[in-house]
């Protein structure tokens, strides 16, 4: 175990104006990020993003357009993939399957001509807790142990910085979970810098202390993950990860430290410093989870400075942990409301008149100029929109 | 179908379906098997039994039945020297093939894109044309006084003046011939490689030529393997390549199976050297693909 310890990374990984072109698309776009030495670093976004683009071009496997790389004050730009000291675990694991386990593991130790390689590559196999099966062949190895043996075979080399590509993809939910866990566990123990490529938003979430939300070749947010979630800075944000109610409104004004934004007749308090719209159009955003839903009749329990709407709940799902309410809102809009289960028997029903209410401090104020959809998965508007048409053509009860 | 009803009865109907099935592998065997009984299994009885008859005194060109294993001595004794010559000129014609149809196939898997169909046939195209035809059309190829004889005599690279009519030609027309015995199976070892494997061998720090060496070459040998089994053995056996581009000192053992048989109806000894080149040629290959071992490969 030893071996696999003391290979804490010391330098940052630098990327400069980096920029991709596949013709006239960029896929990567001026892209400038450090990711600090030893972090556990999420790329997150959806397919066609350039994540995985940016992934490549770190591995040394596709040329920047133009821009560079660095590792500390080295430029690597210039660097054939064999010569950079980076190593990367594949989508499909592209594990050599002419080889064993073993070799495979000792595949870029050979390359570098060191000699002895057998206790290196043992204590490696002893942390991914692959030792039984150390001559076994890949194609004998279930999925999550096939995961285990990329890892290994990268992080024998003690990279200066490990690459992901979504790593966990091809696995099952539970597994998924459990090589989660792993990952972070190996992570911690040999310190090195991590730069995890996925489009699963809960794995960036649980795994990385670092997040960047990636879209259109370009990094929309970065931070730790629950200042991401809590106050998302633009809409893609505040629809891909997680789910967010956002209402489309305009800025009327101030109101001591809080902007105030008119929306479909109702007036929302936001923070001036969770406001990220500089001209009129503003969105108002919240978490489903931060908003209270009580029935209409107790209007008047509400703390006075939070903001509040009335609606009718057209939808009710039990979830066990949690009740997913739809509540339609004056202007026809469907907001998602998550209550807790913590009292046994108080749910609101479909039809029930409610009122929803929620702090000014879980507010966010978004730039209103593209709409409230960017971000949300095309399927799933197409649905909603499929969703709204069955329901107007319904027949009146 | 039989359709499977979840009940107790459920296993039992399993088995006979089970039952049933494995009937049906056999009846799917049985005209494969009838084919090889008759047209390989009779024949190969035949011909063993033809190369042990002795000839009936007084009757040129009748035999009869014998145990006569001298034949294959004086085979042996007579021909030795064509099975030598044989070996060597489809051993050359293998090594070259590969050399050619290696980086072809190569190319064809990796890199001609949409055009890696239209590739594959130009490949087999000239099989549309008769093998005879195409060894005809060498001998215009190579003639003395055609452009690649005369271009290599003028640069004074020929040895003997000329290409026909000599080894050089016969090695040609084997090559020719059965390359595409050698870019198929190649091609077929190739493309299974998936491209993600040399990037990972890149990432591991194997340069383009060590990852070469180390993955895509070992991941290849099943198709090397069978390529050059495919273009060495009938290369091996064959008689038209010799017959129409070499002169006699280039017979290779084909011929000299042709003439016993055809010409001196002297058919003890050509069954004898049929036998023997089977016989050879199974120990080459045998000792072939354990070195190569490719039992061990995917």
């Known amino acids: 175990m030893a071996e696999a310890q003391g290979t804490r990374a010391v330098d940052d990984l630098h990327l400069q104006n980096l920029t991709k072109k596949f013709g006239d698309h960029a896929a990567v776009d001026d892209l400038t990020l450090t990711i600090p030495a030893g972090s556990f670093f999420a790329l997150l976004g959806a397919s066609g993003c350039g994540k995985t683009t940016t992934l490549r071009m770190v591995a040394g496997l596709e040329d920047p357009t133009s821009g560079t790389i660095s590792i500390g004050d080295k430029d690597i730009t210039g660097l054939r993939a064999f010569e950079r000291p980076v190593n990367t675990v594949f989508q499909s694991y592209a594990l050599f399957p002419h080889l064993d386990i073993f070799e495979n593991v000792a595949f870029g130790l050979r390359r570098r001509g060191v000699k002895d390689v057998k206790g290196t590559v043992e204590s490696m196999l002893d942390l991914v807790e692959l030792s039984p099966m150390a001559r076994r062949k890949p194609t004998q190895l279930s999925g999550g142990q096939q995961q285990r043996v990329a890892v290994a075979r990268a992080l024998i080399n003690r990279p200066d910085v490990l690459l992901l590509d979504e790593p966990l993809g091809a696995l099952d939910l539970k597994l998924r979970r459990q090589m989660q866990i792993e990952l972070k566990r190996i992570q911690v123990e040999v310190g090195t810098t991590f730069v995890h490529v996925t489009h699963d938003q809960e794995e960036a979430m649980t795994m990385a202390d670092t997040v960047a939300v990636m879209n259109a070749g370009r990094i929309e947010q970065m931070g730790h993950p629950a200042d991401i979630y809590e106050l998302p800075r633009t809409v893609f944000v505040a629809n891909f990860l997680g789910q967010s109610n956002l209402i489309e409104g305009s800025r009327s004004g101030t109101s001591g430290d809080d902007v105030l934004v008119e929306a479909n007749g109702l007036t929302f308090a936001i923070p001036s410093d969770r406001v990220f719209a500089d001209g009129s159009a503003a969105i108002v955003g919240v978490r489903p989870e931060k908003i209270t839903i009580l029935d209409a009749v107790d209007g008047d329990r509400i703390p006075d400075h939070h903001n509040r709407l009335d609606g009718i709940v057209t939808d009710v799902s039990y979830t066990g942990v949690s009740t997913q309410y739809l509540v339609r809102t004056a202007w026809d809009q469907e907001l998602i409301v998550f209550e807790q289960n913590v009292v046994v028997g108080d749910r609101s029903e479909v039809g029930d008149a409610v009122v929803l209410h929620w702090s000014p401090k879980h507010t966010f104020g978004l730039d209103g100029t593209g709409g409230t959809t960017i971000g949300v998965d095309p399927e799933v508007l197409a649905l909603e929109a499929v969703n709204a048409s069955l329901v107007s053509d319904a027949p009146e009860a | ?298």
């Open chain 2, 1 to 298: 179908m039989v359709a499977v009803v979840p009940t107790t009865g459920g296993q039992a109907s399993a088995a006979v379906v089970a039952q049933r099935s494995s009937k049906t592998g056999y009846l799917l065997l049985f005209p494969g098997l009838a084919w090889l009984g008759v047209f390989f299994a009779i024949p190969f009885v035949t011909l063993f039994m033809t190369s042990l008859q002795q000839p009936i005194p007084g009757k040129s060109g009748k035999y009869t039945f014998g145990l006569e294993f001298g034949n294959y001595v004086e085979a042996f004794t007579e021909y030795w020297p064509l099975y030598v010559r044989s070996f060597m000129y489809a051993g050359i014609a293998t090594v070259i093939a590969l050399c050619i149809a290696y980086p072809l196939a190569y190319f064809i898997a990796f890199r001609a894109g949409r055009w890696r169909s239209l590739m594959l046939v130009l490949v087999i195209a000239p099989s549309f044309a008769s093998f005879l035809l195409r060894t005809y059309a060498w001998k215009t190829i190579l003639a003395d006084e055609g452009f690649i004889t005369s271009t290599l005599n003028a640069l004074n690279l020929l040895p003997d003046d000329r290409i026909l009519n000599t080894g050089i030609a016969v090695v040609a027309g084997l090559t020719y011939n059965f390359l595409p015995f050698m870019i198929l199976p190649l091609y077929a070892a190739l493309e299974k490689i998936d491209p993600r494997l040399v990037e990972a061998a890149g990432d591991l720090y194997a340069s383009p030529q060590t990852a070469f060496r180390k993955v895509t070459w070992p991941l290849s040998m099943p198709g090397v393997v069978a390529g050059t089994l495919l273009t060495f053995i009938p290369a091996a056996g064959d008689y038209i390549n010799a017959e129409l581009l070499g002169s006699t000192g280039n017979r290779m053992i084909g011929n000299a199976i042709q003439t016993n048989f055809i010409e001196f109806r002297d058919y003890p000894t050509a069954s004898a050297l049929s036998f023997m080149l089977m016989a050879a040629i199974l120990v080459l290959v045998f000792t072939y693909i354990r070195r190569a071992g490719t039992e061990d490969l995917v």
